[in-house]
């Protein structure tokens, strides 16, 4: 509805059309929110297997809670899809894609493996998406010069992540 208003609007020539190249503001980018989104696709799996693995026959509040963590589970690891390709479509750039060449198949490997965790509840596949991830934030970071420190985080699932040092 909205949009046929503004269609409607646009025709009359009360409304400009407005392009702009950035999905966010210029230069602010930061893969962290794709690493905390695959952080919290390992800590729903855990939840999940947690959960089913109580009882034989798991209560309405266990059913419950595996239901929402699945859904969780697939929203966080489209985030970590959403925000992993607008940082390699926004930001990467000639320069940065002739000093890293892997980013294309790194990004790529990051898509499958996001869809990976949202089709099943293998903790490795969403370790092995934390992995890729932190890979494409080394390389984020590498490209602004800034180095970078793998630490344990210090909620669970407390599995190395990468952090740069500010």
Known sequence: MLFRLAQSLESMGKVSTVNAHCDIPCKIYDPSTSLIAALSVIRLMDIIAETAG???TPSIEDQNTISRSIFRKEEEAEKVK???RIIWGDYFKSPQIEAYPEIHELAH???MKASACKQGTKRSDGEELLDLVNRFAEIFWATKNVETA???????????TVYPVL
């Not at 793998?150 to 190395?160: A, D, F, N, S």
């Open 82 to 84: 959403h925000e992993v």
């Open 150 to 160: 793998k630490k344990t985080c210090p909620y669970p699932p407390e599995l190395p």
């Open 54 to 56: 109580k009882n034989d």
């Open 109 to 111: 490997k990051i898509m």
